[in-house]
């Protein structure tokens, strides 16, 4: 494996066959040595670059996560939360490949496992508590109120019963359409409660 800079090494572990060890193995039977070995650095290297395991399948999140607390800090006067994350989702959407193996292989992962589930929910979780900042700045509530968290954990619970990968063990991923209607399913049921604590 080449030796670039702590991102490049980063990335390449995270595309060095770790899933398709996870997929053959099972996620908890494969250990760090595994991991290790198959992206050739040492164990002590790979801690460098990510905590845990869990992580090596979640690889893509922080860059997805601080692109979309970019896009929220960033949006136009009157563009409301739930805009720019439908937004952000269609853009993600056009530039995603949904029938890359690589993802498949992800989500049949995360069928498998536990800790992985646990993991996605814990990684959510901190989605979750940005869109409830973003909601916040769109009432001009103060930190600590009671709605904007209320209405983000309302976002996770309608989002999950529409995930695109709601099916993890299909082998046919829904085309873009699809998940794009899906999401935006979820995403008017949100709006229309939204709407409706404004009129308050």
Known sequence: MSRGGGGQIAEEVSHAGELRLFDERGFEQTTIADIAEAADIAPRTFFGYFPSKEDVVFADFPAEFDALAERLRGRDEGESAI????????????????????????KRIMKESEALDAHRRALMGRMEDMLAEAVARDFGDRPGDLRPPMIASARRRRTRLARPDRDLGSSVPPTREEALAMIDQALTFLQGGLAALQRK
């Open 83 to 106: 805009d720019a994350l439908r937004a952000f989702i269609a853009e993600a959407l056009e530039r995603a490949d949904l029938t890359d193996e690589r993802e498949l292989c992800r």
